[in-house]
């Protein structure tokens, strides 16, 4: 037997630390029982329980009904020696144990456990245990029924039947009233509602008596505090239980068959909300004796309300339980940003269209849709103008869809479009003409529905995008396979220019797994910094003479061949290992013409070509005068190659950045001129020093009227507008010196030089200087 200390006990001589018996079977809930510190648990034999201060026992029902005989022994004990019982029950106990509540048990409460319910349950029953009159009230039952602490009594006992299975709050407090009014025996209960409007009214929510009548439809609060209103607007006001006896005069008669019955004479308002805390709702209970409610009572009441409340509150939590379940599953299939479903549920969606017990599954197409360019706005622009563009995607994919057509975000700037097509009876698994016509129809839909500029923060950008398509059965029967397949076909149509849609074939498979090795290769080269410069020599037409040289990157193998850049460079873009390997060619070219001009040549100057993404970069003009300066190279020594195409991307931010470089003393060329389609006015806009005539503009020169002529044209207009012209290409002598004819100063090509190791081009250089000296001294 436990023994606890003198010291231990209150006032009255009871124990201040409650001594419990636990006997739950299951193994968790006993943990967090016995892990309570709010009571000391017992371990004797339920014989023995009233001998040994027992304050309450806390049984599940196997335990109840097995000791049974001995617990009505207990509860046929005379005050205070009746031990109170909880009875711990699941939600399929709880039919079961209708029949012993009241009887075996004073209480009832659900698993699983909650910490905050359980201390509030056992603090109930230890209260009304301690309560004077309902542990030493001796009088007969017929007498007790008309007393106020027993008619709490049996409104209490009822209360907890109908809470344990109520489903709503409505539920809740409807039972309550119910309780009140049928079993407790009170005349009226009534729950009001404080409303938000300017006055403040109490609108009935729940009620339940023979004396509805007197439940106000809506009142206002302004009321005295005599009447039901207004004794109810000061418990809303004070958070406190407050009571009154009512006038004689009630504000409508009463009805026929109660005209001459007994009326309510009191009145008592419970806020009905945890303690401390401003109600919105609150409990009026009637009573035909005046000034009726006492001390006793009113804890029995309130214990009723205590239980009420906290059911309500594992309502409340049931219910936010299941609304975060809810989203949990939502953000599961949905995409946070796009609202459209995600990776996950397109996968499910595609799975559940292809399981099929048929030969073949149902007819369906997936595109996989990828946007070209988008990293480079995400990356310059920030996250907030990358996330408003995908925003716009989403808006216009699902506005060119079909119905029942599904669009789904499959991460970054990709997106998935589940298409469903129709299935002949007789199907076969290759695709019908109709079923590639209505792919093809869609996938030109949507990258027209693309092409159409992004307009963001006033600001127009121009996104394209490359689209690859699985067919079903086809290409693949199951939803990830045809995933990958469709993942396949994309890489095909950016390899193509972007801005096309490709089907899968295994050819593109096998491309496929071909670039995915040569991505990872890519990388290995990059932290190995395993790139060479090549350096073609750039030539004054009028002397053939070297005046500079352009830096062209090259990626060699270990059997002594290379990697066209062509090959590898769209790769680059599409991973974000352009900017590294940039940032190599401008050190490696720089540290190059730094070395040859200290040879003797301090005029010589170099060309690097600067990618589009790298113009996106913050401080890139900054960073490169930071480097020269470390070499003590001045700025004539670099030129910086801009692509047309990439000057069109962003007009407005591409000046900024010629003009960034001008300002800093750096030539800036256009390469591939003519190739973009800029437009003369641009051109003139743009503080350029350098414009390189594209190589396929001298194909057929001179043979070729025409192709003499646009040549010409460019020269011309390069120089009316003060800007130096390059011809790129020159394989033939005709070629050099039709371009002499023309006034054009500067070319490179294979007729004059092939790019070169730097070794190569100081020995050139040097034989070129000698070859002048010998001329020189004639």
């Known amino acids: 037997m436990i023994k606890r200390p003198a010291s231990n006990a209150d006032h009255s001589g009871r124990p201040s630390t409650p001594l419990v018996a636990v006997m739950v079977g299951n193994a968790a809930e006993r943990r967090l029982l016995a892990d309570s510190g709010d009571f000391e648990i017992a371990n004797q034999e339920v014989s023995v329980w009233h001998k040994c201060g027992l304050d309450l026992a806390i049984l599940d029902l196997p335990s109840l009904l097995h000791h049974e005989s001995e617990i009505r022994k207990l509860k046929a004990l005379s005050p205070p020696d009746q031990v109170p019982v909880l009875l711990v029950v699941n939600d399929a106990q709880l039919r079961d144990s209708q029949a012993v509540l009241g009887k075996l048990a004073d209480d009832v409460i659900r698993t699983p456990l909650c910490g905050v319910e359980l201390r509030a349950r056992i603090d109930n029953l230890l209260r009304f245990r301690s309560l004077p009159d309902a542990r030493g009230l001796d009088i007969e039952p017929s007498a007790l029924e008309v007393k106020g602490v027993a008619m709490a009594l049996h409104a209490f006992s009822a209360g907890n039947d109908r809470t344990i299975r109520a489903c709503s709050e409505q539920d809740i407090l409807s039972n309550l009233c119910k309780s009140l009014s049928h079993e407790g025996g009170y005349p009226l209960a009534w729950v009001g509602q404080r409303l938000a409007d300017s006055d403040k009214s109490i609108k009935p929510v729940a009620y339940s008596g023979h004396y509805s009548y007197l439940v106000p439809r809506v009142a206002s609060a302004g009321k005295s505090e005599t009447t039901a209103a207004g004794l109810m607007s000061k418990t809303f006001a004070s958070g406190a239980v407050t009571q009154a006896d009512l006038p004689v005069a009630t504000e409508r008669p009463a009805p026929r068959e109660l005209a001459e019955a007994q009326h309510p004479t009191s009145m008592i308002v419970f806020p009905l909300t945890r ?50 379940e809810r989203e949990a599953i939502k953000l599961a299939y949905r995409d946070s940003l796009t609202g459209l479903a995600n990776r996950t ?13 048929a030969p073949y599954p149902p007819a369906t197409a997936l595109l996989h849709l990828d946007l070209d360019g988008f990293k480079l706005i ?92 699985g067919m079903c059965p086809a290409h693949a029967k199951e939803a ?171 007009i407005e931010r591409m000046e900024e950045v010629v003009r960034e470089f001008r300002d800093a003393g750096i030539e800036v060329a256009i390469d591939d001129f003519g190739t973009g389609y800029s437009s003369l006015a641009r051109l003139k806009s743009l503080p350029i020093t350098t414009l390189k005539i ?14 003499v002529s646009v040549v010409n044209t460019i020269a011309h207009m390069a120089y009316n507008l003060g800007i130096q012209s390059i011809a790129e290409g020159i394989e033939t002598e005709a070629q050099w010196q039709i371009l002499q004819e023309m006034g054009c100063p500067l070319g490179q090509g294979f007729y004059f030089a092939r790019p070169m190791p730097e070794k190569e081009l100081l020995a050139l250089l040097l034989m070129q200087a000698e070859a002048g000296q010998r001329i020189a001294s004639g």
């Open 345 to 357: 549920a397109i996968l499910k969606a595609l799975g559940n269209r292809l399981h099929s017990s």
């Open 378 to 469: 995400n990356d310059a622009l920030g996250h907030d103008v990358g996330d408003a563009v995908l925003i716009e995607v989403s808006r216009r994919l699902q506005s060119v869809v079909r119905d029942g057509d599904q669009v789904a975000r499959h991460g970054g700037d990709d997106f998935v479009i589940l298409l469903a097509l129709e299935t002949d009876s007789d199907q076969a698994p290759t695709p019908s003409s109709h079923a590639f016509a209505t792919v093809s129809a869609l996938a030109e839909k949507i990258l027209d529905a693309l092409q159409e500029p992004f307009q963001i923060e006033g600001r127009n950008y121009h996104i394209e995008s490359s689209i690859g398509i």
């Open 480 to 650: 990830f396979s045809l995933l990958m397949k469709a993942d396949s076909a994309v890489y095909e149509a950016k390899k193509i220019g972007g801005n096309s849609f490709r089907f899968f074939s295994t050819e593109l498979s096998e491309r496929r797994q071909e670039r995915l090795q040569l991505e990872s290769r890519l990388y290995q080269t990059v932290d190995a910094r395993a790139f060479e410069i090549a350096l073609q020599p750039i030539i004054d037409l009028k002397d053939d003479h070297i005046v500079g040289a352009e830096a062209l990157l090259r990626w060699p193998q270990a059997d002594g061949s290379y990697i066209s850049p062509a090959e590898f460079i769209p790769i680059a873009e599409e991973t974000g290992l352009i900017i590294p390997i940039g940032d190599w060619v401008m050190e490696e070219s720089l540290k190059a013409v730094q070395r040859l001009r200290s040879q003797g040549f301090p005029d010589l100057q170099v060309a690097v070509n600067l990618a589009i993404a790298q113009l996106w970069q913050t401080h890139l003009v900054e960073r490169i005068v930071s480097l020269m300066r470390s070499l003590d190279l001045p700025a004539s020594a670099l030129k910086v190659e801009l692509t047309e195409g990439s000057l069109m991307n962003d």
């Open 694 to 707: 594209d190589r396929s503009f001298l194909n057929g020169v001179p043979e070729e009227e025409n192709a």
């Open 275 to 324: 303690r401390g805390q401003q109600p919105s709702t609150c409990l009026a209970v009637y009573s035909f004796e005046p000034t009726a409610f006492d001390h006793d009572e009113t804890e029995l009441l309130q214990r009723l309300i205590d239980n009420a409340l906290h059911a309500i509150y594992a309502l409340r939590e049931k219910y936010s339980q299941r609304r975060r």
